[in-house]
Structures are given as C-alpha cells and as structure tokens.
C-alpha cells in the first residue's frame, strides 16, 4: 500500500447548480489525513446520504464528495489502535458528510471514530444495522435505562416501516414487549407483525386532537417522526413512561402543552447516534450483535453494487424506498 495506491469511490460532483454522482478513480493519498486507514468492504445506505448526494449543504457543503455516514471494514494503516488488520465500523461523526465517506473503497478517520468490530460478526453484518439500527438500539437502550419493563404495558413505534422503526419493532419484541406498530403502510402490516408487532395502527391513532391529555394508551414509546405525531403520542403515554425521539421525517416542530409532563410525570428522551462517546456506540453494538440480534432484519436485507447506488438514492428522496439496503464494494 503506497500513497499514489488506487481504489474506486462513488464521488458526487457539482455541475451547473446539479449534483450527479459516479464512480471514479482515486488515490490514497486524496483521502484525509488522519490516523488510521480503513479498508472498506461494505457501507450502509441512508437517507442522509440521498441528502448529501443531493447536495443538501446542511449535510455537505464542499463538492465534489464522497458520501456514506456507515462503512465497514479491514483497518490496513494505524498508530497502534485500531491494529492493523482488525475489523471495524464507522459511523456517524463527521464521515460521509464532510469527510470522505463509505461509498469509497477506502476510507481514513481519526482512531476514535473505530468501533472494533463485535465477535462473531462481519462487516456485511453490522452494515445491514447501520446507522438506523444503532439508533434503534440507543433508543431502546435510554428506554431500558427509565426502567422500562415488559409488564408495564405496550409500546408504541412510529414510523415503524422505516429503517429506524422497524430494528426498534423486532428489538422489543425479542425483548418481550408488546409493541403497537404506528404505520402508514397498510401493505406492511403482515411484515411489521412477522418482525414482532402485536398490533398494528394507522399514523390515524396519532392524528391531531385539541385536548391537551388523552387516554393513556402506551407505557413507553420509540419515536421516529417527530412533530404532530409525537405531540400527540406524548398525550397518551402512562403516568411515569417515557419516549425515546430520534427523527422528524413528519417535521421538525414540536407543539406540546407541559400536561404530560407535570400530570404524568412523562420523560422525553432526546437520541443521537452521531456526535455521541464511542463507548455509547460500542455497547450498542455489543448488543445488536448479541442478545438485541435482529434475525428477521438480517435476513431480508439487499445487497447492491456502486454501479446502482444514484437509483436506490433516488428512491430514498421520494420515499420509495423499504427494507436494509448495504452496499457491497467487491
Ligand atoms: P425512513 O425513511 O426509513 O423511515 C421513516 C418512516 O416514517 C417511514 O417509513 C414512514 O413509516 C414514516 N413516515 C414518513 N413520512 C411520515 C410523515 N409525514 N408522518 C408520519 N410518519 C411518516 O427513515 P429512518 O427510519 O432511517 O429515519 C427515521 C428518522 O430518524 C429520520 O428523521 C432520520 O433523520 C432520523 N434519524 C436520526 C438519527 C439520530 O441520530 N437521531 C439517526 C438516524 C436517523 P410508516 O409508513 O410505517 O408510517
């Protein structure tokens, strides 16, 4: 492995105010200079990186770019640790926003965005969870840490189709709770049941009311979408229970009266995968790999090449996209 080395990454270019991405040639020595250097096998698709490729400059500003928050794969260069020739996985941090990101061949990252890969998984596995399962798994972990327990009562998931969601589905159910599925897909009911869900409910159960408190419906709840619906899921949660919110995807305002705080004594836990201590990271991982394992999501994910990245993108950015999408780089 020398500098001038050559691999292929899927870069995205500015022309003319229009982002297109393609596969092209670079060298090692392109890649930022940092620690260690990461040799990838598999990323992970998501809708951040529809964004970035996109040219959402909330999420990358500087063209042209490799995108992919998630990568997976064989460190090859490092100061020690992670040692070469060790497995690892990357997400979030800066990666694939304003660094070069996983839809490269190689990647070079600073040590403390490494988490060693959990025994008895590959990379292919840990990018079928990527960053949604990881989040999935944070949000589950803040629940647990309320002390949430199977007993309690059910709990509710928003958005539960999506990538987000639907690790959180069969995550609880392994867990043993009764999961009530918030879905606007009525064609992924059967689906949503087969990972775990109990039952399953229209995005209608969240519809927005007037009252300030309803019917506590939920012990707890994983919150993916944010805005009305959350306001609304925040109404009908039991005295003492809480929410997990990690997304927005129905809008990034939250209207709420204090009620269900100071009547029921409701805790809002806030979830972010990124910018959050390694550690954090780690356990997760831990978990998704041991007693958190999501067969089921394992086994329907899809695997694609760089050549058919710019479509799944595309498809994410107009919603049309289901299911775990890794992208495979051999
Ligand atoms: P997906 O697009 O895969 O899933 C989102 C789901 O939300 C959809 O499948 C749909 O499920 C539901 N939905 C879509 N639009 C609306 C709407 N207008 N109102 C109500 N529900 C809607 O996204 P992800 O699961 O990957 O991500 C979910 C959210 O989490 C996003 O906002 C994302 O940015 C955020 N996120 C946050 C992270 C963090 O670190 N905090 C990390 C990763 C993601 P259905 O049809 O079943 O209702």
């Known amino acids: 492995m020398t500098t001038d080395t ?36 598999h990323s992970s698709l998501n809708y951040k990186d529809a ?46 926003m304003n660094t070069d990101g996983g839809f490269g061949e190689y990647i070079r990252v600073p040590a403390d965005w490494c988490v060693e890969m959990p025994s008895g998984w590959d990379a292919r596995t840990a990018m079928i969870y990527g960053t949604a399962g990881l989040t999935a798994g944070l949000c589950v972990a803040k629940l647990l840490r309320m002390g ?31 999961v009530v599925a918030v879905s606007g897909k009525a064609d992924q009911a059967d689906t949503l049941k087969e990972l775990g869900a109990t039952d399953v409910v229209g995005r209608d159960a969240l519809e927005t009311s007037k009252k300030p408190m ?34 927005l995807v129905a809008g990034p305002k939250l209207e709420t009266t204090v009620m269900p705080f100071i009547l029921r004594g409701v805790n809002l836990l806030g979830v972010d995968s990124v910018e959050i201590p390694l550690a954090d990271k780690q356990a997760v991982w831990q978990k998704l790999a041991g007693e958190w394992a999501c067969p089921k999501t394992e086994a329907t994910a899809r695997d694609i090449g760089r050549k058919d990245l710019d479509k799944a993108l595309q498809a994410f950015l ?3 996209s289901s299911g775990k999408i890794v992208l495979d780089h051999s």
Do not use: M
Request: proline share 6%.
């Open 6 to 41: 050559e691999f292929k990454a899927w870069r995205v270019h500015e022309k003319d105010g229009k982002y297109e991405g393609a596969e092209e040639t670079r060298r090692i020595e392109d890649l930022p200079d940092n620690d260690v250097l990461i040799r990838v096998s």
């Open 148 to 178: 949430a327990v199977p007993d309690q009562g059910p709990v509710a998931v928003t958005g539960a189709s999506g990538a987000v969601g639907s690790v959180a589905v069969e995550i609880l159910a392994g867990q043993g709770f009764k």
């Open 51 to 96: 964004l970035s490729a996109s040219g959402n400059k909330g999420v990358t500003r500087n063209f042209p770019h490799t995108p992919g928050i998630d990568a997976a794969g064989e460190v090859v260069e490092s100061n020690g640790r992670p040692a070469v020739g060790r497995q690892v996985i990357v997400t979030g941090y800066d990666l694939g």
């Open 214 to 247: 309803l019917k506590p419906a939920y012990a707890n709840a994983v919150d993916t979408v944010g805005g009305g619906p959350l306001a609304e899921l925040l109404k009908q949660i039991h005295p003492g229970g809480s929410v997990a919110c990690c997304g």
């Open 318 to 320: 107009k919603g049309e």
